[in-house]
Structures are given as structure tokens and as C-alpha cells.
């Protein structure tokens, strides 16, 4: 039972730039949340996509945009990339169950790390 | 914006010793869930407590959680070299989504 893809693991991009992060969810699960987590940090909520809309948004610029496909995959565009965007990128997959919400934990992937020059 | 506040936010201590962790948050919660980190790879959750629970286990792991003072804790028993990692509590409030603290380092010293 595949877990959370994640691609590419490493990414060198310049500012100004757009990159785009991809992640395939665990099987069986249909909900997809993006975070980004920079050095020392804690992980920080971008967006969430369930039905192939983005449900739920951090505190995240419009720079960050995000889709999700039928077969439950998503993608993660930043576009003008800053300096500051370098940081580890993790994507999440989950189910939830009706009335009961979050059935379980969250299960990431291993993370994209995006370094911006 | 971070829910969750981990204490203390580093801690070393001698292998096969017990290890405790503390995590308060300002919200009212659906569940909270604990999770670790290796070498800042993905994050690997490890158990979930729900708001009506006071207390879960899972093999060497203890999660208490008070909901009248927002804190919860979690205890490794009979600590291991393979412990070291970053332990992040993480809140759901009830809109679906988890948000997390900025975590506890604990470094297992041989």
C-alpha cells in the first residue's frame, strides 16, 4: 500500500521564478493538505483540497495556488518565487468520516525541499 | 499562525530514561494529534486523542490531554537512540484542517 509521493524531493529555483510541487495521496484517502515548513519551524497550513477544490487557506499570498485532480492527486504552484519561499514542502493526505471528521492522523509524504537563489 | 505551543522546546536525556512532553493550545479542539520528525523529512503521526478522551496509549508512547487547561502531554517510556527526532503536537478544531506547534527536539544521549 503505496503512502504519500511526493516530487520532486529537491528543487534549486531562482527568484522570480514559478515552481510546481506535486503529491499522489495514499490510497483511499481524498483529502490533500500542502504545508510549508521552514528551518526550526513548525509545519504551516497553505490550503487544503477536497473534491477537487480548495477548501480550507492559511495565511498564504495568492502566489501560492494549488489544483486537484479526479484520482485525488494535487499540485502546489508558487509563482515569483522570494527568497524567503525556501523551505521544505510537505503534502498530506486524509479521509474523514461522516460526523466524526478527521478519522485518523495525517499521513505526509516525505517532503519537496525548494531552495530559492 | 501556530495553535499548539510544545515545552520545553529542546531536551536531552540518557537512553532508556522517560521522556515528557507538553503542549498547550489556545482553542477549543475536535482532537490533537502527536507527531515526529526525523532530520526534517515527512512527518509520521503517532497517536491522536479526541476531545472526550482523557488518556491514550501506544506501546512505549502515554498521551494525556486536559481540556479545561487546553494541555496535553507526551510520555516515551524506556527512551531509545532511535527517539531522537522533533516531536510536533497538532490541533483540529473542527474545520478539517490540523495545525501545528513548533515542536520539541529530543536528543536520546547513548
Known amino acids: 500500500d503505496a503512502g504519500v509521493t511526493q516530487s520532486p524531493t529537491h528543487l534549486i529555483k531562482t527568484r522570480g521564478q514559478q515552481v510546481t510541487l506535486r503529491c499522489s495521496p495514499k490510497s483511499g484517502h481524498d483529502t490533500v493538505s500542502w504545508y510549508q515548513q521552514a528551518l526550526g519551524q513548525g509545519p504551516q497550513f497553505i490550503f487544503q483540497?477536497?473534491?477537487?477544490?480548495?477548501?480550507q487557506r492559511g495565511n498564504f499570498p495568492d502566489r501560492f495556488s494549488g489544483h486537484q485532480f479526479p484520482n485525488y492527486s494535487s499540485e502546489l504552484n508558487v509563482n515569483a518565487l522570494l527568497l524567503g519561499d525556501s523551505a521544505l514542502y510537505l503534502c498530506?493526505?486524509?479521509?474523514?468520516?461522516?460526523?466524526?471528521?478527521?478519522?485518523?492522523?495525517?499521513?505526509f509524504g516525505s517532503g519537496t525541499r525548494l531552495t530559492v537563489v | 499562525s501556530q495553535q499548539g505551543e510544545e515545552d520545553p522546546q529542546a531536551l536531552s536525556i540518557q537512553e532508556g530514561e522517560n521522556a515528557t512532553m507538553n503542549c498547550s493550545y489556545k482553542t477549543s479542539i475536535n482532537n490533537l494529534q502527536w507527531y515526529r520528525q526525523n532530520s526534517g523529512r515527512g512527518l509520521v503521526h503517532l497517536i491522536l486523542i479526541r476531545s472526550n478522551e482523557r488518556e491514550k496509549h501506544s506501546g512505549r508512547l502515554r498521551v494525556t490531554l486536559d481540556t479545561s487547561k487546553k494541555s496535553s502531554s507526551l510520555l516515551i517510556t524506556a527512551s531509545r537512540a532511535a527517539d531522537t527526532a522533533s516531536y510536533f503536537c497538532a490541533t483540529d478544531n473542527g474545520d478539517d484542517k490540523i495545525i501545528f506547534g513548533k515542536g520539541t527536539r529530543l536528543h536520546i544521549l547513548p
Open positions: 498530506a493526505s486524509s479521509s474523514y468520516s461522516l460526523g466524526q471528521g478527521l478519522a485518523y492522523g495525517y499521513t
Open positions: 483540497y477536497y473534491e477537487e477544490e480548495e477548501r
